[in-house]
């Protein structure tokens, strides 16, 4: 099975530049009530760095006090804020914004859409210090536990009467059995 590949047609210009990305995922403050969305997303923006993730507030309204406090606190931050975003003019988009500036607006959808609420876009990231602290979190869950992972002490194969006893796992238990006593 061959797979054909998408050439670009010839009575189009070639593109510029094209970039790939990932997802855009569009929020509003309303969806970041509760502090185990905040910690959802947190873990969401460290799994998937390649998404773009934004928050969209009514101009000059902000997140206010509590939510940028709570970003804050789980390590989120918001380098870039952008403004001339309007709701998309197809209904049914929720959360879909379009980047209107002034200086593009040509067709008659764009002067419709300008007449809507004015948005601003922050773009939200993992702070470095954040960043830090879960990469050592799960470097550190992914270490104990490939270090519990139980090697048989006694084992039925082939040996002396049918048994083996593992001697490294035997002494790994009895040392461990013995630090864990002590602490």
């Not at 470097?139 to 270090?147: D, E, I, R």
């Amino acid at each position: 099975m061959s797979k054909k590949i998408v050439e670009w047609p010839d009575e189009l210009p070639a593109p510029v530049k094209v970039e790939m990305r990932g997802r855009l995922i569009c929020l509003s403050p309303d969806e970041l009530k509760e502090d185990e969305e905040i910690v959802s997303l947190m873990q969401e923006i460290y799994w998937y760095p390649d998404d773009c993730y934004y928050i969209f507030t009514k101009v000059n309204e902000g997140f206010g006090k509590e939510l940028a406090s709570k970003l804050e606190s789980n390590g989120l931050i918001s380098k870039v804020n952008e403004r001339c975003f309007y709701p998309h003019p197809n209904p049914g988009y929720k959360n879909d914004f379009v980047h209107l500036p002034i200086d593009i607006i040509i067709y008659d959808w764009h002067k419709e859409a300008i007449k809507q609420q004015e948005y601003t876009r922050f773009t939200i990231e993992l702070s470095p210090w954040k960043r830090k602290e879960l990469d050592i979190t799960y470097t550190a869950n992914a270490t104990v536990q490939a270090s519990e992972e139980k090697e048989p002490i006694v084992e039925a194969k082939p040996g002396i009467m049918g048994f083996n006893i593992n001697l490294l796992a035997l002494l790994e238990k009895i040392k461990r059995y013995w630090l864990n006593r002590k602490a």
